[in-house]
């Protein structure tokens, strides 16, 4: 039975880490947006790519977030069945989102549904998101946050298509995605590709392909040959940083999959913009706390 303390210090941590996330980019994404400055060399691109730098320093000198646009913050959640706090953990998670709010600050952007009125908080109905998974029966959790801002959640899509559209179909989805509305998202991008065998379960793996390190591969050879295909092909458009042209037009495509019905390959995708704010934090049954995307960081 946790202790009020217990979950006091939990909204502490956590309510930090989202304040942290909001500005200062994780590890997987500083050194790959490092790796596509080197290789622009138009001025334009190269200029671009020296403000981003520039604001991420402002960002930790000035202690304010990395893009105005903070986004909705979601919550990935892989519990062991015996961590103690799990009951009390979505209360945990909303006065966490309530603390960063003010602290950061974030900006106000959880509007209620269908009433349209802005909360003032940044929670309301089913916000923060959360997905939760039970992954093993130990008593650590790992907590992944996400701030999901407008413009990189704008490309978001996903379809079930026949089967004869096959992964050739899949692929000219995620093209024609990206092709539309990937220079809505503040290249360069993140692009999540979920093979569902229907349109949500789709959508959500393509949201944790994005999340997934950059600089991975998935273990299928099949899967990570699609995600070289399509990310040579989306680099071919040169996109550059900001949509204003250059070399790359990507970070990363990550493909999730799962078993799907015959006669149906449902697909997701989601985007990432260059102000990928994602973080994952683990905590052990006594709250003794490990940030995993962020090295050398304490809160
Ligand atoms: S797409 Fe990303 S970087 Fe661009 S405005 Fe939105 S949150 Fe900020």
Redesign the pocket.
Known sequence: MATFGQTTQMVDVIGKFVDLVSKKLPDDVMAKLTELRAEEKTPLAKAIYDVMFENMQKALTLNRPT???T?VIQFFVRSGAKFPLLGELRGILREATIMATKSAPLRLNAVEVFDEKNTGTNVGTEVPFIEWEIVDDSSNIEIEVYQA????SLPGRSIVLPPLAGYEGAMKFVFDTIVDWGI???PPLVVGVGIGTCSNSAALLSKKAMLRPVGTSHPHPKAAEMEKKIEEGLNAIGLGPQGISGKKSVMAVHVEGMAHHPSVLGVGVTVG???NRHGVIRFDEHLNYEIISHKGVSL
Request: charged residues 5%; aromatic residues 8%; negative net charge.
């Open positions: 893009c105005q646009d986004g801002g407008g413009g990189c809505n998202a503040c913009c260059w102000a």
